[in-house]
Nanobody, 116 residues
Framework: QGQFAEPGGGLVQAGGSLRLSCDTS????????VGWYRQAPGKERELVAS???????NYSTSVTGRFTIFRDNDKNTVWLQMNNLKPEDTAVYHC??????????WGQGTQVTVSS
């Protein structure tokens, strides 16, 4: 079971936007790398975006140019802004925190559904 909440999921039409947040308030965010993952039914879990402790970001090719990951260490929150959503973005999205000791904490997951 996930250790923190990820509000922001829901149902949206293709071309729409959603913003997911990863509320890590029980952890000191600045000590963690954070990744957003998604898993659609019958598919492998996929890393879609990540931001490390230094603020460097990476994106999968499937979301580059549409998704943006950003963090605010003072608010202990990481967001995933998703624009121009497509039906193939439909999945359960999770965030994962990893510290320098490779200890991981996963969020509870949030459903994103994009209708055509």
């Amino acid at each position: 079971q996930g250790q923190f909440a990820e509000p922001g999921g829901g149902l949206v039409q293709a071309g729409g936007s959603l913003r997911l947040s990863c509320d890590t308030s029980r952890k000191t965010l600045r000590n963690y790398d954070v990744g957003w993952y998604r898993q659609a039914p019958g598919k492998e879990r996929e890393l879609v975006a990540s931001v490390n402790m230094a603020g460097s970001t990476n994106y999968s090719t499937s979301v580059t140019g549409r998704f943006t990951i950003f963090r605010d260490n003072d608010k202990n929150t990481v967001w995933l802004q998703m624009n121009n959503l497509k039906p193939e973005d439909t999945a359960v999205y999770h965030c994962k925190m990893t510290n320098k000791y490779k200890i991981e904490y996963w969020g509870q997951g949030t459903q994103v559904t994009v209708s055509s």
